[in-house]
């Protein structure tokens, strides 16, 4: 027999500390004892002749080797539930109340429009939206998904990527006829910039093409850290404003924006892959699996 089959509920432990942060916590969740949870870890770590967790003054967290099994050990856990998942999708219809997390910009703007549509189609499911750009602990607060930009799902954490969201710098034509278009962006600074103003960050604006990379300071009279703003307020010729590639797109299609520098990216911290984000370790029941299906096909082409 493959010595890796016998090692299963080894892995499956060991995934479930890493996402507890503890051996206590992650016995509570279990069922089990702490000492019967350290002996499965440590068998686990007899087998492999690695060390899979080393402990900090206040809790567990995995070694670099570590981290790398549990990435693998999360991925058979989720294979599990999805084969149970198959049963429950054939005896249940989708029924109940799905709560999201979800950035403002990306809540009002892209989120929000699909909630009709959903609720027809499920007439025993409920939404309850949390617009906040405040980061929800999925596993603390009584909140099923989080929308949350990101490079990939952090511990304890999986999801489903749903869009690549891009910035993009864009003013009014009348702007653009009284103070110039910019040629580079070395030309920004010479322009009134409407940026998002939330911290320095947002007033240092990054570019980057094939083998170029440039960052300007830019300055402006008005900022506002709501993009639905940045946007009327390009719209009325107030400056050059950046803006997230969805806010703008309307605007650009009916000619009342313009995109500047459109040969460079502009790459800011808010630019990334906005996934749907739930606990590894949740079982996900029918209302939040179409759910989850919907915003995918909702969000499919949005820049």
Known sequence: MNPALDHLPDMAVFARVVEAGSFSAAARQLGLTPSAVSRQVARLEAALRVRLLERTTRKLRPTDTGAAVYQRCQALVGAAREVWALSDAQQSAPAGLVRM????????????????????????????LLITDRTVDLLEEPIDLALRV???????????PLAV???RVCASPGYLAERGTPAQPQDLAQHACIALGEDERDRH???ERPGEAATVPVRGRYTANHSEVRLEAALAGLGIASLP????RAAIARGDLVPVLPDWRHVTHYSGTAWLLYPSQRHL??????????LAQGFAGVA
């Open 101 to 128: 997390s979800v950035p403002k910009a990306v809540g009002r703007q892209l989120v929000h429009p699909l909630v009709p549509a959903f609720l027809q189609r499920y007439p025993q499911v409920d939404v309850q």
């Open 150 to 160: 990101t490079d990939a799902p952090p511990p304890g954490l999986a999801g489903r």
């Open 165 to 167: 969201l891009e910035h």
């Open 205 to 207: 604006w990054r570019f």
């Open 245 to 248: 590639g969805f806010a703008a």
């Open 285 to 294: 029941p029918a209302k939040l699996r179409v759910w989850i299906d919907h």
